[in-house]
T-cell receptor, first 114, second 109 residues
Framework: DGGITQSPKYLFRKEGQNVTLSCEQNLNHDAMYWYRQDPGQGLRLIYYSQIVNDFQKGDIAEGYSVSREKKESFPLTVTSAQKNPTAFYLC?????????????FGPGTRLTVT | KNEVEQSPQNLTAQEGEFITINCSYS?????LHWLQQHPGGGIVSLFMLSSGKKKHGRLIATINIQEKHSSLHITASHPRDSAVYICAGYGGSQGNLIFGKGTKLSVKP
């Protein structure tokens, strides 16, 4: 089955620690995205990548970092510089980063930092 | 500023009712997506449209380009339709999806 996997589903960390969220897709999509969802707010774009070894900041990139060494993988690191890291994180992919292409979402990772 | 506004924020319906969720968007947004998010958090794409109307089973999505408005209709609603429905417009300075805050639908048996 083709799709997007994110792991783990729930993640707990202490304040001051960096944490990396995994995102893998086997859809052969060029574009991948990371979104953050907070209660009562719409999804907000953290980073996106249109091709291997290239990525761009989204609207709320501060305190986050990404890499795209392989087409299938787009891990997100939440650094200690992120002031409010507790949130639900969603990874998505699309064939291309254009309006005509549907985005497919992973199941999400709920991160709690205390 | 490119924005996507949804209404209502919350909606409770009885099983069998016809449901409408509305989405208005600003200049600069082209294609519109309707997404469904279940309580576990996973998101499924329902429709992607830039004109006219699309239908899939009991779901119908329409868009009026001139009025910058889209609607999602659910006919013969069922408790399994209970979810958050999200409208997202494709646009902005970087050509990214801009999301509405979602409409939480609860269908009672």
């Amino acid at each position: 089955d083709g799709g997007i996997t994110q792991s783990p589903k729930y993640l707990f960390r202490k304040e001051g620690q960096n944490v990396t969220l995994s995102c893998e897709q086997n859809l052969n999509h060029d574009a991948m995205y990371w979104y953050r969802q907070d209660p009562g707010q719409g999804l907000r774009l953290i980073y996106y990548s249109q091709i291997v070894n290239d990525f761009q900041k989204g609207d709320i990139a501060e305190g986050y970092s990404v890499s795209r060494e392989k087409k299938e993988s787009f891990p997100l690191t939440v650094t200690s510089a992120q002031k409010n890291p507790t949130a639900f994180y969603l990874c998505a992919s699309s064939a291309k980063k254009q309006a005509a292409y549907e985005q497919y979402f992973g199941p999400g990772t709920r991160l709690t930092v205390t | 500023k490119n924005e996507v506004e949804q209404s209502p924020q919350n909606l409770t319906a009885q099983e069998g009712e016809f449901i409408t969720i509305n989405c208005s968007y600003s200049v600069g947004i082209s294609a519109l997506h309707w997404l469904q998010q279940h309580p576990g958090g996973g998101i499924v794409s329902l429709f992607m449209l830039s004109s006219g109307k699309k239908k899939h089973g009991r779901l119908i999505a329409t868009i009026n380009i001139q009025e910058k408005h889209s609607s999602l209709h659910i006919t013969a609603s069922h408790p399994r339709d209970s979810a958050v429905y999200i409208c997202a417009g494709y646009g902005g300075s970087q050509g990214n999806l801009i999301f509405g805050k979602g409409t939480k639908l609860s269908v009672k048996p």
